[in-house]
Each structure stands twice: as structure tokens, then as C-alpha cells.
């Protein structure tokens, strides 16, 4: 699949709101209105992936702390997923930090979410350590990508 990765732009964000909550595991989920304001944050940068038809396929956020990108979410659209979409958003994250002396791309995973542990593996991610009970029922796995 043919794909460019953007700035996030409020034009996205009813697509966006959509895939996320299509995608994401239960406790991720969001209303329209606190995903609006999660995306305005001033501390965040969004990126939109787009396909050759113009359509939004998915996103890739970070709470940016100037020496770290905390991912906040990834999501892809279903019917995209296993075609790179992921890969490239995390692509165009990691050179984006490169380019503002960021150090590293930090992540909490649910330890049951095995696509995207596998995912963020394949992506070079570390797992460094276990916060015991952060979702309701299970622990996060902390993940780490050192620039
Ligand atoms: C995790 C997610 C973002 C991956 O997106 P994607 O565009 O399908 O990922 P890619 O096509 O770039 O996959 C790259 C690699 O990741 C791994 N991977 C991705 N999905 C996988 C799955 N379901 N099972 C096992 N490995 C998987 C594979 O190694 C894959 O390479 P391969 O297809 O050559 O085997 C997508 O599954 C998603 O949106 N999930 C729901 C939201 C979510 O859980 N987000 C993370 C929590 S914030």
C-alpha cells in the first residue's frame, strides 16, 4: 500500500475518532470529545497515515517531553492491517525525533495485546519493565526504543 504520513489536521479527526475506537482494547477507548481534546494538547504530536486514495488509514500520537516521545496510541484501520501502515507511522516518528535530538520513543502495552508487542518488538522496542495492574485486570509491559 501506497502511503504518506501528515501532520495531524483537525480535517482527520471524526475518520480518526472512528478507526480508534474500532481498534483499540476496551480501556482505550475514548469519547468524541476527549479524543478531540486529547489531540489539541499542546504537549502532543500527531501523525495521520494516508493511502493512495486519500484516505485516512491511521495514526500514530506522542506526549512529547522534548528528551522522550510517550506513545499515547497507535491505530490502523482494520481492513489495513498487516500492510505496513504501523511500520511506517513508527518510521516517520522515530526520524521525526531524530531530527528534534529526542533520545527515546517510550510505550506502556496491555500484556495481552500480542499483535501490538510483537508489533512494537519487530519495531525495535525493549521491554524494561512490568507495571503491575496499570489496566483494570492486567499488568503493562514498559517498552523502550533508544535513537
Ligand atoms: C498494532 C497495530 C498498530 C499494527 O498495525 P499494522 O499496520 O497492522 O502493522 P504492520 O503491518 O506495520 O506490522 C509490522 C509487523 O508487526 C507484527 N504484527 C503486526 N500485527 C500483528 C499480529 N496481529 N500478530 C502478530 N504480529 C503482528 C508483525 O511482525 C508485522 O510484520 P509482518 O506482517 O511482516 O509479519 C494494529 O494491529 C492496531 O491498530 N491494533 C489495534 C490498536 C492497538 O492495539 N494499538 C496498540 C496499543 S496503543
Known amino acids: 500500500m501506497k502511503i504518506k504520513i501528515v501532520d495531524n489536521n483537525e480535517k482527520y479527526y471524526n475518520?480518526?475518532?472512528?478507526?480508534?475506537?474500532?481498534v483499540m482494547p476496551e480501556q482505550d477507548k475514548m469519547t468524541k470529545?476527549?479524543?478531540?481534546d486529547e489531540f489539541n494538547r499542546d504537549t502532543r504530536k500527531y501523525f495521520?497515515?494516508?493511502n493512495e486514495y486519500n484516505k485516512v488509514v491511521g495514526y500514530v500520537g506522542v506526549l512529547d517531553t522534548n528528551t522522550d516521545y510517550n506513545i499515547m496510541g497507535i491505530a490502523v484501520k482494520k481492513e489495513c492491517f498487516r500492510q505496513g501502515v504501523a511500520t511506517k507511522l513508527i518510521r516517520h516518528l522515530k526520524d521525526t525525533a531524530k531530527d528534534?535530538?529526542?533520545?527515546t520513543i517510550s510505550l506502556e502495552v496491555d500484556e495481552t495485546n500480542i499483535p501490538a508487542i510483537n508489533f512494537y518488538k519487530k519495531m525495535g522496542f525493549v521491554?524494561?519493565?512490568i507495571r503491575k495492574k496499570y489496566y483494570k485486570n492486567?499488568?503493562?509491559l514498559i517498552m523502550w526504543y533508544y535513537l
Open 138 to 140: 492486567n499488568d503493562a
Open 33 to 36: 470529545n476527549n479524543f478531540y
Open 127 to 129: 521491554l524494561t519493565n
Open 48 to 50: 495521520v497515515a494516508i
Open 100 to 103: 528534534n535530538n529526542v533520545l
Open 15 to 22: 475518520e480518526l475518532y472512528i478507526i480508534h475506537n474500532n
